[in-house]
């Protein structure tokens, strides 16, 4: 069962947008709870989550005593977001994961998102669409252990759709993401996707969205 701070999704708004620069008026994200950056593991459920999702696949092996918490999270998650989406609903969507920040080839690559809609998918008999519509082509730093945060326009050209994976043609599409931070995440993959499939709408839902300690902490990013 998910927890009660994962059991309703939640949508940005006017008042939460601005912490969140990349996002745009129009921009129909959501997101089940709030992680409160610099506050560490023991701040609050979310937080938790969100470190537990952050356990790189070398634990798998090398620390199995801390990995089964990322398994703990990823079936919670994927629970949640069975409970929060209406039946009448799911139907029309396509659930497309954005990308880790290592490209499929890197040993250290961590499919966790991919991973909590594949077990959302098993947690129902509902018919949910999962595709890895969108790959990234090279790896990248971790934001989370980066001081320079990839911008929009430095993630579009290595975003890439796998066109094997595109018929049939999408009606209605979910980017899924653990955290929203700045969104350029999000806009990156909400450019390629409207480029391939123009017109179709899309939506973000996230684990999580980062509420900042200090609203002023990341400007420099804008430099």
Known sequence: MPSVVLKKLTQIDDLTRSDHWYLEEGDSCLFFGEYTAHKGYDHSHCNQLIVNLKHPP???????????HKIKAINEIAAALVAAIQDEHIANLTFVPIPPSKAKSDPAYDARCTEILRRMANHTTRNIDVRELVIQTESTAPSHESDNRLKQEDLIPIYQIDEALTAPPPRELVI???????????????????????GVPIHGIFVARRKPENPFEDEDEWQ
């Open 58 to 68: 070398a634990y798998r092996l090398a620390k199995p005593y801390v990995y089964r």
């Open 176 to 198: 899924f993401d653990d955290m929203l931070t700045t969104g350029s995440h999000f806009k990156a993959m909400q450019h390629v996707l409207s480029q391939r499939f123009p």
